[in-house]
Structure formats: structure tokens, C-alpha cells
Nanobody, 126 residues
Framework: QVQLVESGGGSVQSGGSLRLSCAASTYIAKPYCWGWFRQAPGKEREGVAAVDSDGSTSYANVVKGRFTISKDNDKNTLYLQMNSLKPDDSAMYYC????????????????????WGQGTQVTVSS
């Protein structure tokens, strides 16, 4: 099972930017949905952004236009560029992958992820 390690979290002021990285321990075979979900204390887990093995992307409405997901297949690494951060973006961000062919486009995310990392904390102050 692929291991995922996130990095890049931190504390920023509202309007700032962060770039999260997710290194996979091995090549992820197609088909897959590779993305990020987040969870804040007292809130439900929510999908943030994902990209499938065909390169199609999915974004939550609340981050569309501010966050950009990308991947480097040669490095087995996923990125999440987060701009114009808001206090509501504060959460633990988890990198996750789904390898069962779940639909992963147009704002849809897997209900269950196959594996995920330990998470990286993002804190945005006002």
C-alpha cells in the first residue's frame, strides 16, 4: 500500500499563501484519484481538491479559484498551491489516494479513500 507524506503546512495571515506537498512512496498505478481533504475541529471531513489519473481535476466550491492542485509524475509528488487563504481554511490537511476508480471530477470526491497520510496543519489568522 502506498505511503503518503505531507509537508508544507504552517501558519499564515489571511490573504497569504502556502504550498502543500505530498510525496508518495511508490508509483501509483492507474486508475486513481489523488487529492486532499481537510478536517477542522468539530467539523466534518471535506474534500478540497483532487486530480485523477487522466489529469482531470476536482475542487470544492469554497476553494475554487484560490487553490490549485498539480502533480509531478516523475517525482510521485502531489502539490496544493493555496492562495488568498482565509481563516475558514484552517484545518488539518490530509493527502489521500483512491485506487478503486472512484469518480473524481467536477467537485466530486471519493466517499472513501484507500490510504492517506498523517496530515499537515494549516492555520490562517485574521
Amino acid at each position: 500500500q502506498v505511503q503518503l507524506v505531507e509537508s508544507g503546512g504552517g501558519s499564515v495571515q489571511s490573504g497569504g499563501s502556502l504550498r502543500l506537498s505530498c510525496a508518495a512512496s511508490t508509483y501509483i498505478a492507474k486508475p486513481y484519484c489523488w487529492g486532499w481533504f481537510r478536517q477542522a475541529p468539530g467539523k466534518e471531513r471535506e474534500g478540497v481538491a483532487a486530480v485523477d489519473s487522466d489529469g482531470s481535476t476536482s475542487y470544492a466550491n469554497v476553494v475554487k479559484g484560490r487553490f490549485t492542485i498539480s502533480k509531478d509524475n516523475d517525482k510521485n509528488t502531489l502539490y496544493l498551491q493555496m492562495n488568498s487563504l482565509k481563516p475558514d481554511d484552517s484545518a488539518m490537511y490530509y493527502c489521500a489516494v483512491e485506487t478503486g476508480g472512484a469518480y473524481c471530477k467536477d467537485g466530486y470526491f471519493p466517499v472513501e479513500w484507500t490510504s492517506w497520510g498523517q496530515g499537515t496543519q494549516v492555520t490562517v489568522s485574521s
